[in-house]
């Protein structure tokens, strides 16, 4: 086979894996989000468990890259390509950690009865899982207008995660019985608040792969 086609041909299966991995990432936070909102500790324990292979997908996707570099000395545009493949592993496992963090919350909080229905957590869960899903879209079409628009998308969660802090707040104030748990649901909150800010880095990482151009979606 030629070997600049069979080139081109690793470096699309090696973002095809990287879209694997990021569905892998998405099915843990919404196990671990499900585990918290219904204290479903065996749920919680498997999340856990499941991390040894998004670990895993992580190390292949950088043993990966090192070989294609190494193997191919690619191009500077291939090179930014390869090079933004592996930051976002980077930024993907990093999230499948803030996942690992939320079941831990939910095996510590086993046993108790929620202070309140958990309504804003699975909300803002959902908005930042669909930023990350928008800028691994954004980085496989090369799309910066997807990208851009994850500044707007980015605010959401912020709103979303300063009214939870405001709401926790004001509970820490009335019911000290339930201080514990609260602050565990405070940690949550922003666990997500840094996962949306992940999926921001993503995204700015796909205008400078396309422009050339720094541009902050996170202010």
């Known amino acids: ?4 086609l069979n080139y081109r041909q690793s470096l699309e299966e090696l973002q095809r ?10 099915r843990q936070m919404q196990q671990a989000v499900h585990s918290l909102t219904h204290l479903d500790e065996q749920s919680a324990k498997e999340t856990v468990s499941r991390d040894d292979m998004i670990d895993e997908m992580m190390m292949r996707i950088e043993e990966r890259c090192l070989r294609l570099i190494a193997l191919q000395q ?35 909080l086993s046993g108790e ?18 930023m990350v899903k928008e800028s691994l879209l954004a980085f496989t079409e090369r799309d910066i ?15 979303i995660y300063s009214a939870m802090l ?19 649901l405070m940690m949550v909150a922003n666990y997500l608040e840094r996962v949306a800010d992940h ?9 400078y792969l396309v422009t050339g151009k720094r541009k902050d979606l996170n202010l």
């Open 145 to 159: 207008q997807r990208a851009a628009a994850l500044a707007e998308q980015d605010d959401v969660v912020d709103n």
């Open 74 to 108: 690619p191009l500077a545009t291939d090179l930014r390509i390869i090079g933004m493949t592996l930051k976002i592993a980077i930024d993907l496992e990093r999230i499948a950690d803030h996942a690992v963090d939320i079941a831990k919350v939910t095996i510590r």
């Open 1 to 4: 086979m030629d070997t600049r």
């Open 199 to 207: 999926a921001t880095n993503i995204g700015e990482g796909v205008i």
């Open 113 to 130: 009865k929620l202070v309140k229905p958990l309504i804003d957590i699975p909300r803002m869960a959902e908005a930042a899982m669909e």
């Open 17 to 26: 894996y990287l879209m694997k991995m990021g569905t892998e990432v998405e």
């Open 166 to 184: 405001q709401e926790i707040t004001e509970w820490l104030g009335k019911d000290s019985a339930s201080n514990r748990q609260l602050i565990h």
